[in-house]
């Protein structure tokens, strides 16, 4: 695949599919007018992307998502999707020019020193998933917006955005759950390219407090908080974060 434009990769975060960037995506179109080519490609597993390793592996899926990019793109990642786009830039350098992170964190569970979601929250949605899939996300979407002005709005786009596209496979849900205990810390302090952030300050997932930490691992990083945002800034905060985006761009 090889365009003369410039090539910006969003993935998406844990239990959904490419349906949540599909207003942002809109947007972009109408405002950039055709200078970007723009890929949304699904996690394996999820929404039109049938296929997926199993085990589910964290080698195995960054390997899958790396072989539908070209070198040399934008990448940017929300939640889950920004871990992946973490272990991308560590292990394609050449794939990713520039990292972005939307609401997302080498490390998502809380550990000494380090603020993320408590071990009991992820056995919780472990042990849900196998009864019911649907509501299980339904629920975990629900956390995503709390906090936000807009909650209830977002997270009605966030279902309708997602329901276009075919359920994910119960097994790529699971598996991919368990790639939110990985520890990345050291791989995103060793990137070399530039590396940016697009956070909610009131994001109950990766608490705002990560920003600074983040900063000490990647001193040169560009790290934005959204004063009103919670975990799915890009849907609460749609102006401000294509803003951030054009300028991440430039």
Known sequence: MTSDKPVLVLLHGWGVNQGVWHGVAQQLESQLDGKIQLL??????????????Q??????????????????????????GGLLAIAMAHRYPHKVKQLGLIAASPCFMAQQNWPGMAEA????????????LPLTIERFLAIQA???SSARADIKVLKQAIMAYPMA???AVEGALQLLKLDLRQQFAALTQPVAGFFGRLDSLVPVKVTDLLQQLQPHGQFVVAAHASHA?????QDEFIQWLRLWLN
């Open 40 to 53: 949304t490609p699904d996690l394996p597993g999820f929404g039109l992307c049938r296929g997926y390793p």
């Open 55 to 80: 085990p589910y592996q964290l080698d195995a899926v960054v390997e899958m998502l790396a072989a539908q990019i070209p070198a040399q793109s934008y990448v940017c990642g929300w939640s889950l």
């Open 121 to 132: 929250i992820m056995q919780q949605f472990a042990r849900a998933l196998s009864e019911n």
């Open 146 to 148: 709390m906090g936000s």
């Open 169 to 171: 496979d119960i097994a």
């Open 233 to 237: 800034p890009f849907i609460s905060h």
